[in-house]
T-cell receptor, first 113, second 116 residues
Framework: AQSVTQPDIHITVSEGASLELRCNYS??????LFWYVQSPGQGLQLLLK??????LVQGIKGFEAEFKRSQSSFNLRKPSVHWSDAAEYFC???????????FGAGTRLTVKP | EAGVTQFPSHSVIEKGQTVTLRCDPI?????LYWYRRVMGKEIKFLLH????????ESGMPNNRFLAERTGGTYSTLKVQPAELEDSGVYFC??????????????FGPGTRLTVL
């Protein structure tokens, strides 16, 4: 069965520091992987997605993620966090043209000034 | 282009009452999805429409939940009667059926439902 684990419920980083949010997935076929972000009062916004090809994918707002098949991971990174990055981040997995995505429980990011 | 919209943004009702949530997908998106997030848990799939037809409703928790999409445009999700465990955030998402960008679902802001 497909599933997603985000081990960190809450992370606090200082503004300007680097960030890595962890995501591990379980999927029986080639996974399609997504990272979404939800800022307060906003909908889920797609940050980036991975389907195939280069395992390091670039997204919006300076985020990137690396697909590691051997580790079943798709961790999200940002070299320098801004206060506006404070939000909740969700990792998701699905199939191509997926109609049944599975999400992790989310990681809440707090940014200290 | 307008995104997915949901109404209301918040709803507080008492146990036993009825609530109807509405979702307006992005114009032209034939696929429409409902998800729910119970506090602190993962976002879970509820059901999927293709136009006005239910493609998959395997995630619907029980028969107190009824989703409709008459005319294949907006969708409603009715909870009747509501129970305490129905509290959570209900998300709607949509994506096109043909053309480009078939792999990405676009989400609305969600409706926060509180059942007292």
């Amino acid at each position: 069965a497909q599933s997603v684990t985000q081990p960190d419920i809450h992370i606090t980083v200082s503004e300007g520091a680097s960030l890595e949010l962890r995501c591990n997935y379980s999927y029986g076929a080639t996974p399609y992987l997504f990272w979404y972000v939800q800022s307060p009062g906003q909908g889920l916004q797609l940050l980036l997605k991975y389907f195939s090809g280069d395992t390091l994918v670039q997204g919006i707002k300076g985020f990137e993620a690396e697909f590691k098949r051997s580790q079943s991971s798709f961790n999200l990174r940002k070299p320098s966090v801004h206060w506006s990055d404070a939000a909740e981040y969700f990792c998701a997995v699905g199939a191509r043209n997926n109609n049944d995505m599975r999400f992790g429980a989310g990681t809440r990011l707090t940014v200290k000034p | 282009e307008a995104g997915v919209t949901q109404f209301p943004s918040h709803s507080v009702i008492e146990k036993g009452q009825t609530v109807t949530l509405r979702c307006d997908p992005i114009s032209g998106h034939d696929n429409l999805y409902w998800y729910r997030r119970v506090m602190g848990k993962e976002i879970k799939f509820l059901l999927h429409f293709v136009k006005e037809s239910k493609q998959d409703e395997s995630g619907m928790p029980n028969n107190r939940f009824l989703a409709e999409r008459t005319g294949g445009t907006y969708s409603t999700l009715k909870v009747q009667p509501a129970e305490l465990e129905d509290s959570g955030v209900y998300f709607c998402a949509s994506k096109p059926l043909t053309g480009q960008d078939l792999d990405t679902q676009y989400f609305g802001p969600g409706t926060r439902l509180t059942v007292l």
